[in-house]
């Protein structure tokens, strides 16, 4: 408050715009509005995340399984068709689609923003959780293997720290770029 009261008082250039702002966000109350937006994005990004993680999980998953199980193979060209698919819809397009399309009756846009963001993050997420699982070293999957009697049980307690450390650091830089497209657009549903 010092300093625009500072430019205020000596009625320098900026005064008139330091008044105004004061007007417009301090008198009449608009930065409720900017708290309830960063509230509303922080609440779609955490939402989104969950999804698409789930999301993310399942697909990598399932392409992954479906390298050895023949069974899966028609499975895994149905997520191959929808990670191609969601990651070609541009995100306002998708918002659009969920929102007068999907979910024509929805009253409340957050909702529909934390599917909408959380099935765009799924396709994402499905990549990179699956080039995580590639990732890890071809050695301690032989070493699972060799514990384990095949390669299903040797996900478990070898392969799942280097996914983890691998998928973290992946999942955190995901998480950042949501919240900056999501503070960038300036929405306020």
Same mark, same amino acid.
């Given at each position: 408050?010092?300093? &625009?009261? *500072?430019?205020?008082? /000596?009625?320098? +250039?900026l005064?008139?715009?330091?008044?105004? *702002?004061?007007?417009?966000? #301090?008198?009449?109350?608009?930065?409720?509005?900017?708290?309830?937006?960063?509230?509303?994005?922080?609440?779609i990004?955490?939402?989104?995340?969950?999804?698409?993680?789930?999301?993310?999980?399942?697909?990598?998953?399932?392409k992954?399984?479906?390298?050895?199980? +023949?069974g899966l193979? &028609?499975?895994?060209?149905?997520?191959?068709?929808?990670?191609?698919?969601?990651?070609?819809?541009?995100?306002?397009?998708?918002?659009?689609?969920?929102?007068?399309?999907?979910?024509?009756?929805?009253k409340?846009?957050?909702?529909?923003?934390? #599917? /909408?963001?959380?099935? $765009?993050?799924?396709?994402?997420? /499905?990549?990179?959780?699956?080039?995580?699982?590639?990732?890890?070293?071809?050695?301690?999957?032989?070493?699972? $293997?060799?514990?384990?009697n095949?390669?299903?049980?040797?996900?478990? +307690?070898?392969?799942?720290? /280097?996914l983890?450390?691998?998928?973290?650091?992946?999942?955190?830089t995901?998480?950042?770029?949501?919240?900056?497209r999501?503070?960038?657009?300036?929405?306020k549903?």
């Amino acid at each position: 408050m010092i300093l &625009p009261t *500072l430019f205020l008082a /000596a009625g320098g +250039p900026l005064s008139g715009w330091f008044a105004k *702002l004061h007007e417009t966000f #301090i008198v009449n109350q608009r930065y409720k509005m900017m708290i309830e937006g960063f509230r509303n994005t922080i609440v779609i990004t955490l939402g989104a995340l969950v999804i698409g993680v789930t999301i993310g999980m399942l697909i990598a998953v399932v392409k992954y399984l479906a390298e050895d199980v +023949p069974g899966l193979k &028609p499975l895994a060209v149905l997520c191959d068709l929808y990670v191609k698919v969601i990651r070609g819809i541009p995100m306002v397009v998708l918002l659009l689609i969920f929102f007068y399309i999907i979910f024509s009756h929805a009253k409340n846009g957050i909702p529909v923003a934390i #599917i /909408a963001f959380g099935v $765009n993050s799924g396709a994402y997420m /499905a990549e990179l959780i699956r080039s995580g699982i590639n990732a890890v070293d071809a050695g301690q999957i032989r070493a699972g $293997n060799l514990i384990r009697n095949n390669s299903y049980d040797a996900v478990n +307690p070898l392969m799942m720290v /280097a996914l983890i450390y691998l998928v973290l650091v992946l999942l955190l830089t995901s998480l950042l770029g949501k919240l900056e497209r999501r503070l960038s657009t300036g929405d306020k549903r």
